[in-house]
């Protein structure tokens, strides 16, 4: 029941307010506080291209998505088939095909996101692709189409033919397959081992690696044991095969792979010496032999316990030589050499070696060139300071508002670091190195990289503090920086750092609205402080690695519960857990950003990258199946960043 006061007091009190009022200085009444507006369509249209694009060298695109990093691709190549006169076609990871023409690259489309593991041709418009999961892929000059494969979906590993209508195909599980010109068939191998490599005279003349039994002769209705040479174990497979008109050569052996060769139905050793450098320690990659004069072989090993190596050599018909390779940059050039595993080619004049994060080397009959550039990602690192792997780190990513400049976090994932502080710069399309030294006993004035303010010093850091290769980072401001390690946080106000948090357990990621307004997310649970407090608001079986918020009532964080993916909201009263069937197959989600409350973007494993408009979470495309573990607004375009070094761009459309 409400009361009521008379009229003559309710009037005695608005005279006495009133003239109070006139007396004293009243504190001024707080704004509304709303959520942020969305830009709009147009004004996201109206916005320069970032700084921080590459207007040079050679990205390759596909499906609304562009290449930074590597150039022209990063995704792993297994395999290539060249033409004398068209140029080659490489295959590898995430379905992807690759095609090189006189220094023109085309990332072109297919229907798999599965890896793709051979690739052979009769001609360029007669081009087969095999890979995992039974995956079959045709060329004919113009697209790619899937064929289905005959049988249970195994894994497929080799393809070889003599004629458009003569191709078989070799894999796990005593996986066969022969393609007569209409169709395929399954060829029974005899054997549940798995199929390495297959070699072709004709169809009455296959050979075949089987992994623990040794070699297969083959016809279309079925296989026997072939027997190698009297050097090598009865159930030694061969390592590699080639046909050179009526005659094989084939390696036996790992330390170092011995040539050997098939001629007039018996077996002789090959004119070809083992490839060099002794050593228990050393291993043998992408051998190749082209004839009795014309070899090539990549050999690793290790000139210390420390110092590592990885050499290319070329068999002339007398020597193997170690050449010396035309680089433009040593870094950049260890970087790809080490990358490398297959070598190809279609002539003497025209031999390739691919390998991993994209790695590709031409070698035209007098020089190797490389077609990978890493867009100096080495360069900018002094050869003194090898603090990072050669392509091979994740990356987390951030960038600062208008998209000027893109910050790269090489050690992402593995200390659970995600959108983070950097060691990498990028400006106007190039990557700087922005160092920090390692440890000592005292830091100081060592710089950070502060999402959404630029760069903070942290400076005073003591032994213990946060290890700044170890430390994210948010800020709402220049006297509101937040940075934590995996034990502790640390709060700036602009004068002075003091540890914020500690003994709460490890820690993952930190979110900042103000200095009274700042999350943390830890081991199934996420901590708020208030400006004097700490709360504690339980998450159990879900842990945070990553948080982002439009405003202080509309905050998400991401991560993992228990084998799956899953996302929780803040509404500025309550976490809750929201269910989507975006998150279906998605191990883990790694990242999160966005433009405001109704653009917010989520990445993580498998190339998973989710948008929710303010009312569901949906899948996008991406043509990578890379492990994500960053995601950032970069101007009006969106950047994703991940393991092997990758990063992608999406361009807005032009409207």
Request: proline share 7%; with cysteine; charged share 15%.
């Amino acid at each position: 029941m409400s009361r009521h006061l008379p009229r003559a007091a309710l009037t005695l009190a608005f005279l006495l307010s009133w003239t109070n009022g006139c007396k004293r200085d009243d504190p001024p009444v707080p704004p509304i506080e709303t959520a942020p507006v969305c830009p709009t369509a147009e004004e996201l249209d109206a916005l320069p291209l970032p700084a921080s694009v590459p207007t040079t060298g050679t990205s390759l695109c596909r499906d609304g998505w562009c290449w930074v990093s590597h150039e022209p691709q990063g995704h792993n190549i297994h395999a290539v088939w060249s033409h004398p006169t068209e140029g080659a076609w490489m295959v590898g990871q995430a379905g992807t095909v690759l095609h090189w023409k006189l220094d023109h690259w085309t990332w072109q489309s297919t229907p798999t996101s599965r890896t793709l593991r051979g690739v052979w041709g009769s001609s360029p418009s007669d081009i087969w692709a095999v890979g995992d999961a039974g995956t079959i892929l045709h060329f004919d000059g113009t697209g790619w189409t899937a064929v289905p494969a005959p049988g249970s979906a195994v894994d497929l590993r080799s393809i070889e033919g003599v004629s458009s209508s003569e191709v078989w195909v070799s894999g796990k599980d005593g996986r066969l397959l022969r393609w007569d010109g209409s169709a395929w068939a399954l060829v029974p191998s005899g054997t549940s081992a798995e199929l390495k490599e297959v070699s072709i005279l004709s169809a009455g003349d296959v050979w075949v690696s089987a992994q623990g039994v040794g070699l297969l002769s083959c016809t279309p209705t079925g296989c026997v044991a072939q027997a190698g040479p009297s050097a090598a174990g009865a159930t030694e497979a061969p390592r590699d095969m080639w046909e050179r008109g009526s005659e094989r050569w084939v390696t036996f052996g790992h330390n170092p792979p011995v040539p050997y060769l098939w001629k007039d139905g018996a077996w002789g050793q090959a004119p070809i010496e083992p490839p060099p450098g002794p050593g228990v320690l050393n291993s043998y990659s992408g051998l190749w032999i082209g004839g009795a004069d014309d070899a090539w072989a990549l050999v690793s090993g290790q000139s210390s316990p420390s110092i590592g190596y990885k050499r290319l050599y070329h068999w002339d018909g007398g020597t193997w030589t170690n050449l010396d390779l035309p680089y433009a940059h040593l870094l950049e050039s260890n970087a790809t050499l080490w990358a490398v595993e297959t070598i190809g080619g279609s002539g003497p004049s025209d031999r390739w070696a691919v390998g991993y994060r994209g790695a590709v080397m031409r070698w035209d009959g007098s020089t190797w060139r490389i077609l990978r550039q890493l867009r100096s990602f080495q360069a900018a690192y002094s050869p003194n300071v090898p603090t990072v792997p050669a392509g091979i780190y994740p990356l987390g990513l951030s960038a600062s508002p208008d998209g000027a400049r893109v910050w790269a976090n090489p050690s992402a994932g593995l200390y659970h670091l995600n959108v983070a502080a950097s060691t990498w710069v990028s400006s106007e399309g190039e990557w700087h190195a922005h160092l920090i030294q390692p440890p000592r006993s005292r830091f100081s004035n060592v710089e950070f990289t502060a999402s959404g303010t630029g760069v903070q010093p942290l400076q005073g850091l003591l032994a213990g503090d946060p290890e700044p290769w170890r430390t994210r980072i948010h800020a709402s401001a220049g006297d509101n920086v937040w940075t934590m390690d995996q034990q502790r946080v640390w709060a700036w106000d602009g004068q002075a750092w003091r540890i914020a948090l500690e003994g709460q357990g490890e820690l993952f990621a930190v979110w900042t609205h103000g200095s009274k307004d700042t999350w943390v997310a830890g081991a199934e649970k996420l901590l708020h402080w208030d400006g004097e407090n700490w709360q504690e608001h339980p998450t159990p079986g879900f842990t945070a690695s990553a948080l982002w918020g439009a405003w202080r009532r509309d905050l998400w964080a991401v991560g993992r519960k228990g084998s799956t993916a899953a996302l929780f909201h803040w509404d500025g009263e309550e976490w809750s857990e929201v269910s989507s069937d975006a998150l279906q197959g998605i191990g883990s989600l790694e990242a999160v950003t966005g433009r405001c409350g109704s653009e917010v973007y989520a990445a993580g494993s498998g190339g998973a990258l989710l948008h929710w408009d303010g009312a569901t979470w949906s899948r996008m495309t991406l043509p990578t199946t890379i492990n994500l573990f960053g995601v950032a607004v970069v101007g009006k375009e969106l950047w994703v960043s991940g393991d092997q070094g990758a990063i992608l761009r999406q361009p807005r459309p032009a409207r």
